[in-house]
């Protein structure tokens, strides 16, 4: 009996300090696994909960996505390009991503709602050009409709952007400062950008000048 307890004790101590890395590994593994469990057993019980008291949940997608339209503000006065929003994530549509997982899912499910962008001409990072990037992307298959405010300069990175959604782009307006209006004024329109269907005008007080 002394030599079993010697030769169990023995193997105990050799084998112990090898299986101890895959025992704390499959143990953590465990551990992450119920974690997760528990999390999603919770966003489980908040859907249910969420389906329960919002009567958006109850509405066919078709219904939601037209009620999301509908709080689209309308374009300000004389913009022939009907509505269009700037990016703004406390207006919609931007604001309907924060609200819930629903939400999103319904702004995302609504190509339409993206479909038409404001943008001020200013010095743009690309940070925010990129914001508008995925902006459009979400349009999906719509034709775009982009109107652009303030002097006629496009800097590389908007023009950059043009140029990639150029062959979506259904209607294109520059609104501009009397300044900024020309017969021989630059328009910053890229080099060998290519627009099918699109109508470039530039608009103050009456005066336009469209691009072929």
């Known amino acids: 009996?002394?030599?079993?307890?010697?030769?169990?004790?023995?193997?105990?101590?050799?084998?112990?300090?090898?299986?101890?890395?895959?025992?704390?590994?499959?143990?953590?593994?465990?551990?992450?696994?119920?974690?997760?469990?528990q999390d999603n057993r919770c966003?489980?019980?908040?859907?249910?909960?969420?389906f329960s008291v919002d009567p958006m949940a109850r509405l066919p997608l078709e219904l939601q996505s037209d009620i999301f339209l509908r709080c689209i503000p309308d374009s300000s006065p004389g913009n022939t390009t009907g509505s269009t929003t700037k990016p703004n994530p406390t207006a919609p549509p931007m604001v309907f991503m924060a609200v819930s997982r629903m939400w999103r899912d319904i702004a995302l499910a609504t190509p339409r709602l993206w479909a038409a962008l404001r943008m001020e001409l200013l010095p743009r990072s690309e940070n925010f050009v990129e914001l508008c990037r995925r902006w459009m992307k979400r349009a999906g298959p719509y034709p775009l409709t982009l109107a652009f405010?303030?002097?006629?300069?496009?800097?590389?990175?908007?023009?950059?952007?043009?140029?990639?959604?150029?062959?979506?782009?259904?209607?294109l307006s520059f609104h501009v400062a009397p300044t900024a209006v020309g017969e021989d004024r630059d328009y910053g329109?890229?080099?060998?950008?290519?627009?099918?269907?699109?109508?470039?005008?530039?608009?103050?007080?009456?005066?336009?000048?469209s691009f072929g």
Request: net charge negative; charged share 20%.
């Open 189 to 209: 329109v890229p080099c060998g950008f290519r627009v099918q269907y699109a109508h470039f005008v530039a608009l103050y007080s009456g005066w336009s000048k």
């Open 43 to 50: 966003s489980d019980a908040y859907r249910d909960l969420n």
């Open 1 to 37: 009996a002394p030599f079993t307890h010697i030769h169990h004790s023995t193997v105990a101590e050799l084998f112990y300090p090898q299986l101890r890395g895959p025992i704390d590994a499959l143990s953590s593994a465990i551990e992450a696994r119920e974690r997760m469990l």
């Open 149 to 171: 405010h303030g002097d006629l300069i496009v800097d590389r990175h908007v023009s950059d952007l043009l140029d990639e959604f150029s062959k979506q782009l259904h209607h």
